[in-house]
């Protein structure tokens, strides 16, 4: 498997439809690692403004976030153990997922108990996360512990990230900052994912994504939950 910078694990939806419409509102495959065309809209900002941020990451859900590899770790001892860890996993299913304004940017987010999903995503944090590195002193600098509350500081001293655990919130990113172009850029969104959408909403994997030395992210590998 190819070396990267940094790997994370996420959900990303299988080939088809939704990933297809995901895929050309960011502006990015995940799966063939290649910048797509985005649709014109009438928005008041350019589609590739609203979705730059996300963009390098693609479309995907969070699971456990961006890491280095720890000392002597290789890519193929990921693999092996991201591969352990699904075959001990049951998949997860939810009624459906919404569209929200998510302190300040739109996202879909499940509908439904997320409890299953909320320990799914706290159990693939633990068991990998001897495979981290840990943080550097720029990498802590930059999650600004100290606008975080003291038990996302423990978090990220532990975890190496301060939105895991029970301050774990499962969202699928669609753009950047809102500002004052909320509506437009949702009533957007909604027209370009309608019908879509997965109803329900089922994770039935875990997607081992890499990120290449141009800060982009790729998804190079599928691990069906399969206990």
């Not at 976030?65 to 092996?80: M, S």
């Not at 003291?150 to 990230?161: C, E, F, I, N, T």
């Amino acid at each position: 498997m190819e070396q990267m910078k940094r790997y994370a694990i996420y959900y990303a939806p299988e080939a088809g439809a939704f990933a297809d419409a995901a895929a050309a509102w960011l502006g990015w495959d995940v799966r063939a690692g290649q910048a797509v065309a985005q649709p014109q809209l009438d928005l008041p900002r350019p589609l590739a403004d609203i979705t730059a941020e996300p963009r390098k990451y693609g479309f995907h859900g969070t699971i456990k976030p961006p890491f280095r590899l720890a000392e002597a770790v290789t890519p193929d001892l990921l693999h092996d153990a991201v591969a352990s860890l699904a075959a001990s996993l049951r998949p997860v299913a939810l009624p459906g997922l919404q569209m929200v304004n998510l302190e300040g940017f739109l996202a879909l987010i499940p509908q439904g108990d997320t409890a299953a999903l909320q320990a799914l995503a706290a159990e693939v944090v633990r068991v990998l996360d001897p495979y981290r590195a840990p943080l550097t002193a720029a990498e802590i600098a930059r999650r600004r512990p100290d606008r975080l509350t003291p038990r996302q500081r423990d978090l990220l001293a532990v975890y190496g990230y301060p939105y895991v655990m029970e301050e774990f919130r499962f969202h699928l990113t669609l753009s950047g900052p809102l500002g004052g172009d909320e509506a437009a850029i949702t009533e957007a969104a909604t027209r370009h994912f309608a019908g879509v959408v997965p109803q329900p909403f089922r994770l039935a994997d875990l997607c081992l994504f890499g990120e290449d030395a141009m800060g982009r992210f790729h998804l190079l590998h599928r691990y069906a939950l399969t206990a």
